[in-house]
């Protein structure tokens, strides 16, 4: 069964260093979807790719997050410099429909 | 007011009773409803998907929707140990697809 692949898996790093998180949807899906979420919270989406291009950014801290998926396919997130409140899990999803989306295993990010 | 309200619980049941999950939604505009399972520390994994007010059926899980009152379930018969983790409502609608998820709740099976 195809999966959404992300890596790393866990990443400890510290406050002002840069972080990139990579992404890698199901095979075929236009759309990509990078989420956080906060222990005890639902997943927040942060930005959303239709093939390359951004269809929404609009919860996307842009003073120190970026997103790019250059060729349609794979996607890298990356923060720079990250912030303790930063600390979360990052969740990458996919979809080919419109409305279901398919997750990664995420990405659990430790901010010291 | 959240957009989305979930009990994040926990809940805890013993093995073979029935579970009952629900979120209620205040904005209008959603028209599909999704059900999400997350075991600890892995991503959310794809549970139900429903589109109108009514029941549907997959095994042991039933979700149910009431668009009138702005209220779905999801109902777990003869639950099991392995079905512990938090489950997680989802919904959207409009053109941007975008997913509105609730808090979660937290589900234990005790054997």
């Known amino acids: 069964e195809a999966e959404v692949a992300q890596s790393p898996r866990y990443k400890i790093t510290e406050k002002s260093q840069a972080v990139a998180f990579w992404c890698d949807p199901i095979?075929?899906?236009?759309?990509l979807y990078w989420y956080r979420q906060i222990l005890g919270q639902g997943p927040e989406l942060l930005v959303q790719f239709q093939d390359e291009s951004v269809v929404d950014d609009s919860q996307l801290p842009k003073d120190r997050f970026s997103a790019e998926r250059l060729k349609g396919v794979d996607s890298t997130l990356k923060i720079q410099p990250a912030e303790l409140g930063d600390s979360a899990m990052y969740l990458c999803?996919?979809?080919?429909?419109?409305?279901?989306?398919?997750f990664g295993p995420g990405t659990r990010l430790l901010v010291l | 007011q959240k957009e989305v309200e979930q009990d994040p619980g926990p809940l805890s049941v013993p093995e073979g009773a029935i579970v009952s999950l629900n979120c209620t939604y205040s904005n209008s505009a959603f028209q599909y409803f999704m059900w999400y399972r997350q075991y600890s520390r892995k991503g959310p994994e794809l549970l139900m998907y429903?589109?109108?007010?009514g029941n549907k059926e997959d095994g042991r899980f039933t979700a149910q929707v009431d668009k009138s009152s702005k209220y779905i379930s999801l109902f777990i018969r003869d639950s099991q140990p392995s079905d512990s983790a938090t489950y997680l409502c989802a919904m959207g609608g409009g053109s941007n697809y975008k997913l509105t998820f609730g808090k979660g709740t937290l589900l234990t099976v005790n054997p």
């Open positions: 095979s075929g899906h236009a759309t």
């Open positions: 429903t589109y109108s007010s």
């Open positions: 999803a996919s979809s080919s429909t419109q409305e279901t989306q398919y």
